[in-house]
């Protein structure tokens, strides 16, 4: 098995084993790419969302949060382009009877010879010191081949999803001879078009004229809400909307645990913008959002932007924050200029003018909108699949003394503080234990556990990404003082009680990741 598909299983398995995230309905064997989170994926979940709420709305004067509706007037994905355009292009292999995205399966191979051109460049690593990787790059006839490969699949993938070419598609993949990566079989169906929208019936109206949808992204809500909310809070253009929420979308293929669910949560900002000064707002948002990612501590390597080589229809300029998964490279968020498409379009099928009247102009007009969209589940996924590390316990001589530890950020971690007690039969011990843990609850999320040994219950806090635990001993009855242990360096002091919320609170507080 190769490392990034046993580090990608173990994350799954600690995901499940420690109460972070179970598969929906599982007494019933499941439902496919359909999750359930548990108590502390529920708190890490809401960490999330708080951390982002925080940025975009509390830290923005100029943006406002709403909570729209899951369901909306069926005309809603007329008039967005859902119902014509929000398609897959779906192939079948007969052989298997599996089903693939056709892109996706291009894009897969592309990444199959990206892998090659990393092998070379590691392998060339090692060779020569001074090793200039850029030169490399340019200059080596293998890397250059491959590379040359690589941009002409590129084009013609994007030539074709812009087309809407099917056929053109199934050519590709003929031609590149790629087979089914569960059966290596090459006996390929013709590729046609899915749409991605489940759909379901009004109780009180029959036929196709009581077909409702369920979101396939939360944008749309804040869109046709645009004058409602730019009426009421009387915000000038430049303002945002944001807003979190669930959406709905019927994917072909949904194997990478919560990567690709059909079932998953959007956080999503709208930003109103002049007409024409769309691409100053965009470069903005890019950098801003980038910001809000790297706050976490995230290591500049893990991150990337993508530029899309083919455009949404509603699209003039788009882009992904893509990281690096277990799995490779991956979209996390996208930032796409979406110019006047939504509200015209809008304005167009309902007849009410979605317009702003700009008082420095002294004029009306549809604004343009810049779109930052991050999946709530994905950016968990990158957060859990950066914080989980196998290592010998700092401080061991001994290689085989492992634990597992997931170093969230402290401002995410489901449990801020545990308090244990050491002894869980003395029961002067576990009195205090429990005062201390009646304080401390009014600050942060904390936990109380005797339930074992206090090697155990560290090593349990250290799995569920807990950045500090209080031990509460027979010395403390004495002399009102606990000793604190850091959940990454493993230091222990000894520290006044009084003093245990104002320490704790400190380091988890989310303001020095806003600041
Ligand atoms: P992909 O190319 O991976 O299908 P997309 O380009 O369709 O994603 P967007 O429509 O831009 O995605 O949605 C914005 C964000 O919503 C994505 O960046 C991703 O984080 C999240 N997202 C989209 N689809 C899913 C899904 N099926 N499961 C989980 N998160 C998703």
Redesign the pocket.
């Known amino acids: 098995m190769s490392q990034q598909s046993d580090q990608f299983k173990r994350l799954v398995a600690h995901c499940k084993e420690y109460g972070f995230i179970y598969q929906s309905s599982e007494v019933y064997d499941g439902l496919a ?1 359909v999750y359930d989170y548990g108590p502390y994926g529920a708190e890490l979940k809401n960490n999330i969302k708080r951390y982002w709420w925080r940025a975009m709305v509390d830290m923005h004067e100029n943006i406002v949060g709403i909570d729209a509706a899951i369901f909306m007037h069926p005309k809603t994905w007329k008039a967005s382009g859902h119902v014509d355009a929000f398609n ?1 292009p779906l192939i079948d292999n007969k052989d298997s009877k599996r089903r693939y995205r056709a892109d996706v399966l291009i894009e897969d191979h592309i990444a199959k010879i990206e892998g090659k051109i990393n092998k070379e460049v590691t392998k060339a690593k090692k060779r020569f010191d001074n090793f200039d990787e850029k030169m490399f790059r340019e200059t080596n006839g293998r890397v250059k081949g491959y590379q040359e490969k690589i941009n002409a699949i590129t084009e013609r993938l994007a030539t074709a999803m812009t087309n809407n070419d099917m056929e053109e598609l199934k050519a590709i993949i003929v031609d590149l001879d790629i087979a089914d990566p569960d059966t290596g079989s090459r006996n390929w169906t013709d590729v046609r078009q899915f749409n991605l929208m489940f759909s379901t019936q009004l109780g009180n109206i029959a036929g196709t004229e009581g077909k409702l949808y369920l979101r ?2 939360t944008a749309q809500g804040i869109f046709v809400n645009f004058l409602n909310v730019q009426k009421s809070t009387r915000q000038k253009i430049p303002f945002g909307i944001a807003q979190i929420g669930k ?1 709905f ?1 019927n ?1 072909i293929v ?1 194997r990478q645990f ?5 079932e ?3 956080m ?1 900002m709208q930003f109103f913008v002049r007409p024409g000064e769309e691409m100053k707002w965009y470069e903005y948002w890019k950098e801003v959002r980038m910001k809000w990612h790297k706050a976490l501590g995230t290591p500049d390597e893990k991150l990337r932007y993508h530029d899309h080589e083919a455009l ?1 229809h509603y699209a003039n300029a ?1 882009l ?2 893509e990281f690096e998964f277990p799995f490779g490279f ?5 930032i ?1 200029s979406r110019t006047d498409f939504d509200l015209a379009s809008h304005s167009e099928l309902s007849g009410k003018k979605m317009q702003y009247f700009d008082p420095e102009l002294n004029e009306n007009y549809v604004p343009y909108v810049i779109e930052t ?7 968990f996924l990158a957060t859990m699949s950066q914080a989980l590390v196998n290592e010998v316990v700092p401080g061991s001589d001994d290689p085989n003394n492992k634990r597992d530890v997931l170093k969230i950020p402290p401002a995410l971690a489901p449990v801020k503080c545990a308090i244990l007690p050491l002894k869980r039969n003395e029961e002067a011990i576990v009195n205090k234990a429990k005062d201390i843990f009646n304080q401390l609850k009014l600050s942060f999320h904390c936990q109380y556990d005797d339930t074992g040994s206090i090697g155990k219950l560290y090593r349990r806090q250290d799995a569920i990404g807990t950045p500090f635990c209080i031990t509460v001993d027979f010395e403390s009855l004495e002399d009102n003082m606990v000793t604190i242990r850091d959940r990454d360096t493993l230091k222990q002091e000894r520290v006044s009680i009084e003093k245990v919320a104002e320490i704790v609170g400190k380091k988890v507080d989310m303001k020095h990741i806003l600041a």
Do not use: N, T
């Not at 919560?258 to 059909?262: E, L």
């Not at 991956?330 to 996208?334: A, C, F, I, V």
């Not at 969209?373 to 950016?379: A, E, P």
């Open positions: 790419a897959d396939p992204e959406a979308r994917e949904a919560i990567f690709r669910m059909r998953f949560e959007q999503e949404a788009a992904d924050i991956k979209e996390l968020e996208g796409h969209s991050i999946g709530v589940d994905r950016m």
